[in-house]
């Protein structure tokens, strides 16, 4: 009986571990391209490092607007829906991480969702979100949707942020 529940564990673990960091093709660029759910880690590939890496080293959040976002984001829930093939992603995603960073924000209170040219995941992950533009950075408190920053900010991400968080 033990040994059956740890191979219903060890299952369990492999078919969970195998819903995060898809790779697919894009079928337009010929070049890999996450989809579905996804960790950050996923970043790492060398299909997405070089430029992740790059303009996350790049940002430069403005300290005075992350001072007053501190506070905020204790009941604060993310979701992001991106593509790895789109070039305002490319670019927002990995400053919005290096926000999150510097804020020391919780990954585990981030969903961060890669989808294909038509919006779609692997199945229906972004369907209910009403994506039209990536990257969407969707705004959650005690899981009611509070704000969205769709595809680049007004102003800037730390600033629309916050005035997403003080409503």
């Given at each position: 009986?033990?040994q ?26 010929n ?46 829930s ?87 968080l003080?409503?």
């Amino acid at each position: 009986m033990k040994q059956l529940f740890i191979l219903l564990l060890l299952t369990h673990s492999v078919v969970k571990a195998q819903q995060y960091n898809n790779l697919t093709i894009d079928t337009v660029k010929n070049k890999k391209m996450l989809i579905g759910y996804c960790t950050r880690e996923a970043f790492q590939d060398t299909a997405f490092k070089v430029w992740f890496d790059e303009q996350y080293n790049y940002y430069q959040p403005d300290y005075d607007v992350l001072n007053k976002l501190e506070a905020k984001l204790d009941d604060i829930s993310i979701t992001i829906v991106m593509g790895t093939w789109c070039s305002d992603s490319r670019e927002q995603i990995p400053s919005f991480y290096k926000i999150l960073d510097e804020l020391n924000y919780s990954s585990e209170k981030i969903t961060l969702i890669c989808v294909d040219r038509k919006k779609k995941g692997i199945s229906d992950e972004a369907d209910n979100f009403n994506i039209e533009l990536v990257p969407t950075i969707i705004f959650y408190r005690n899981s009611d949707e509070i704000g969205r920053i769709i595809e680049t900010p007004a102003e800037s991400l730390e600033k629309d942020m916050l005035e997403i968080l003080n409503k």
